[in-house]
């Protein structure tokens, strides 16, 4: 049986770190209420504007999905690795 190097267990524990945690955080900020809004010039003062289409993303939810992003990045960059490391052993 081959073990593992130390440093891509660490890699793998990070990597699964990031995308746990990263997954968590946007999953918890998308739930918050989100507020924005505009001011301006209304030609017809009786008619009422509703913006439709499209999700606003607070600065925690962007963050947590860049983690997550990067933590499967990490992992397919040590799995891919771990397989080349396996390929070449056996020769």
Not at 11 to 28: E, H, M, N, Q, R
Not at 36 to 54: Q, T
Request: glycine fraction near 14%; aromatic fraction near 8%.
């Amino acid at each position: 049986m081959q073990r593992i190097h130390p440093a891509l267990l660490v890699a793998l524990i990070l990597s699964g770190v990031l995308i746990a945690g990263g997954t968590v955080l946007f999953a918890v900020s998308s739930q918050m209420p989100v507020s924005f809004g505009w001011a301006a010039y209304a030609p017809l003062s009786d008619s009422l504007f509703v913006p439709g289409g499209f999700v606003v993303l607070t600065q925690p939810a962007i963050v947590g999905a860049v983690a997550a992003v990067a933590g499967l990045i990490s992992l397919g960059a040590a799995a891919g690795f771990a397989f080349g490391r396996r390929g070449r052993a056996g020769e």
